[in-house]
T-cell receptor, first 112, second 116 residues
Framework: GQQVMQIPQYQHVQEGEDFTTYCNSSTTLSNIQWYKQRPGGHPVFLIQLVKSGEVKKQKRLTFQFGEAKKNSSLHITATQTTDVGTYFCAGVMMDSSYKLIFGSGTRLLVRP | GAGVSQTPSNKVTEKGKYVELRCDPISGHTALYWYRQSLGQGPEFLIYFQGTGAADDSGLPNDRFFAVRPEGSVSTLKIQRTERGDSAVYLC??????????????FGPGTRLTVL
């Protein structure tokens, strides 16, 4: 079936270091969305990428969508303790406008 | 304004029992979704409502699972003859229901179901 793979599973960084998580789909996506889930919390929408090769920035966060619309990445510059949580990518397939296929997430831990 | 709310926040039940989980979406949102999240995994799609009708129930794992949204607002996820494997966090999300891309889904806090 349709799958969205995400790596790494965990990342433990020193505060101030950068962090990147990668997402790869087995099929071409209509769009990809990123969510953050704090420990004990629920997924919170961060951003949606729609266009091939699109790059969007939110302060220290940079999101990219691959040219083939099958992969994406989230990069955080100079991590802070407030960045702790699990980051999920969620792909929307070409034949659906609503069904999110989530990756397994990357759990980010930040040492102060 | 108020976000998506879900009740109960925690539910402990015994194997074989029936449970109902409730979702109250954001006011004005016509689309409602149920997901299931197991420990260490991303949310898994269960069902999507547009208004009162289930537009896509392809994610429901078997016929023990059923969901309704009779008035196009509150939704109830019903699980019959619960099994230990049903233990998970059940998340509800809602969105404006815009056609095409760009319809952000807002998640509720979830109901943690534990089947003993």
């Amino acid at each position: 079936g349709q799958q969205v793979m995400q790596i790494p599973q965990y990342q433990h960084v020193q505060e101030g270091e950068d962090f990147t998580t990668y997402c790869n789909s087995s099929t071409t996506l209509s769009n990809i969305q990123w969510y953050k889930q704090r420990p004990g919390g629920h997924p919170v929408f961060l951003i949606q990428l729609v266009k091939s090769g699109e790059v969007k920035k939110q302060k220290r966060l940079t999101f990219q969508f691959g040219e083939a619309k099958k992969n994406s990445s989230l990069h955080i510059t100079a991590t802070q303790t407030t960045d702790v949580g699990t980051y999920f990518c969620a792909g929307v397939m070409m034949d659906s406008s609503y069904k999110l296929i989530f990756g397994s997430g990357t759990r980010l831990l930040v040492r102060p | 304004g108020a976000g998506v709310s879900q009740t109960p926040s925690n539910k402990v039940t015994e194997k074989g029992k029936y449970v109902e989980l409730r979702c109250d979406p954001i006011s004005g949102h016509t689309a409602l979704y149920w997901y299931r999240q197991s420990l260490g995994q991303g949310p898994e799609f269960l069902i999507y409502f547009q208004g009162t009708g289930a537009a896509d129930d392809s994610g429901l794992p078997n016929d023990r699972f059923f969901a309704v949204r009779p008035e196009g607002s509150v939704s109830t996820l019903k699980i019959q003859r619960t099994e230990r494997g049903d233990s998970a966090v059940y998340l509800c999300a809602s969105s404006l229901g815009l056609s095409g891309r760009g319809d952000t889904q807002y998640f509720g806090p979830g109901t943690r179901l534990t089947v003993l």
